[in-house]
């Protein structure tokens, strides 16, 4: 049979996904930590899965070196019964090298839902969605093979994503 959650505990998980995603929007990468007692990252559209402090605290360092102004805004907030639903549009500035993409120094903004996975009080994941495409698009925007200033930005993406896929 499902549980069923109640108000205070619903409050409870709200309160803290609403101090994680301010903490990350602060760079306070401590405190976002502290809101697991074992931090979990899913990244859906990459396939990308960062287990324990180590890997996901490389997640953030990597993801900030790629896009240091990123940040989120909450769009809307769901409850589930084992879970908090968040919408928001997350939005950066590609200042250094994102997985594959060289620098571009594009801005991109995407809209994204992640679910804030619980185990009663617990936070124990933190599952991301979003149309990559719409994310690449945008810091690609301007980039054509018809245009040789295009060139060398196209053959390090190129190259990067050969070097990924090994």
């Not at 879970?83 to 590609?94: C, P, S, Y």
């Amino acid at each position: 049979m499902r549980e069923t959650i109640d108000d205070t505990l619903r409050a409870t998980r709200e309160d803290l996904v609403r101090r994680h995603m301010a903490d990350e929007n602060r760079l306070d990468f401590e405190r976002v930590l502290a809101t697991f007692p074992h931090p979990h990252y899913e990244i859906i559209p990459t396939g990308a899965v960062y287990d324990g402090v180590d890997e996901v605290s490389a997640y953030y360092r990597d993801s900030r070196v790629a896009f240091p102004d990123q940040r989120n805004e909450i769009i809307s907030l769901r409850h589930a019964d084992d879970a908090v639903i968040v919408e928001f549009w997350l939005r950066g500035t590609h200042k250094g090298p994102f997985r594959a993409i060289p620098p571009t120094g594009k801005a991109f903004e995407c809209r994204m839902t992640a679910f804030f996975v619980f185990e009663g009080r617990r936070l124990v994941c933190e599952r991301v969605y979003f149309d990559s495409m719409t994310m690449l698009r945008q810091l690609l925007s301007g980039v054509s093979p018809r245009k040789p200033s295009s060139w060398l930005l196209l053959a390090k993406v190129i190259a990067g994503y050969r070097r990924g896929l090994r």
